[in-house]
């Protein structure tokens, strides 16, 4: 069974770095499967920030692209989010989750339990 | 805003069928996977690609979809399908981005 766990600072200043780490346990993060980052701001709905693939190939929202980079560590089993410049409208629940991609095919068959981080001084 | 559009909110009488849909161009190219959500709580894989369930979840849920447009029904709704369903697929650019629909919250009455 693959569980993914997000850990990350809560709390971020105005115009900071936000900064998430995704540990994956019970498989392997270079199995043919991508890695994405999913985030949920309070009382909205779902927001798709990007996805990585353990070769490092990348996909990003181009609405976040210029500030969000997603890479992984292959040693440790983990993916990891940066998104700068924060502002208040990046407080959000973040999500990490495992994509299964293929042809006409995509779904996130695993998630993280989600980590509220707070853009506040 | 969304690529793909769902009704905001529908509701249905315990015991009857609903049906949540899900608009967009690009689900003439890709299948919509489907996911509810509860307050609190990580989203939760209910149906992907052509009308598959992963273990655990209900038969009660079904998945179609027709053209531009992918449906989530529940047949037999029961008190704990009260939830947030979301539809999520690609992008329509050719970029292959993935896209969630706005999401619809299902009353159960």
């Known amino acids: 069974q693959v569980q993914l766990q997000e850990s990350g600072p809560g709390l971020v200043k105005p115009s900071g770095t936000l900064s998430l780490t995704c540990a994956v346990s019970g498989g392997s993060i270079s199995s043919s499967n991508w890695w994405s980052w999913v985030r949920q701001p309070p009382g909205k709905g779902l927001e798709w920030i990007g996805e990585?693939?353990?070769?490092?190939?990348?996909n990003y929202n181009p609405s976040l692209k210029s500030r969000v980079t997603i890479s992984v560590d292959k040693s440790k089993n983990q993916f990891s989010l940066k998104l700068s410049s924060v502002t208040a409208a990046d407080t959000a629940v973040y999500y990490c989750?495992?994509?299964?991609?293929?042809?006409?095919?995509?779904?996130?068959?695993?998630w993280g339990q989600g980590t509220l981080v707070t853009v506040s001084s | 805003s969304s690529e793909l559009t769902q009704d905001p909110a529908v509701s249905v009488a315990l015991g009857q069928t609903v049906r949540i849909t899900c608009q967009g161009d690009?689900?003439?190219?890709?299948?919509a996977s489907w996911y509810q959500q509860k307050p609190g709580q990580a989203p939760v894989l209910v149906i992907y690609g052509k009308n598959n369930r992963p273990s655990g979840i209900p038969d009660r849920f079904s998945g179609s979809s027709s053209g531009n447009t992918a449906s989530l029904t529940i047949t037999g709704a029961q008190a704990e399908d009260e939830a947030d369903y979301y539809c999520?697929?690609?992008?329509?650019?050719?970029?292959?981005?993935?896209?969630f629909g706005g999401g619809t919250k299902l009353t159960v009455l």
């Open positions: 990585i693939y353990h070769s490092g190939s990348t």
């Open positions: 989750a495992r994509v299964l991609l293929s042809g006409s095919y995509s779904h996130f068959d695993y």
């Open positions: 999520n697929s690609r992008d329509s650019s050719g970029n292959h981005l993935g896209v």
């Open positions: 690009s689900l003439r190219s890709y299948y």
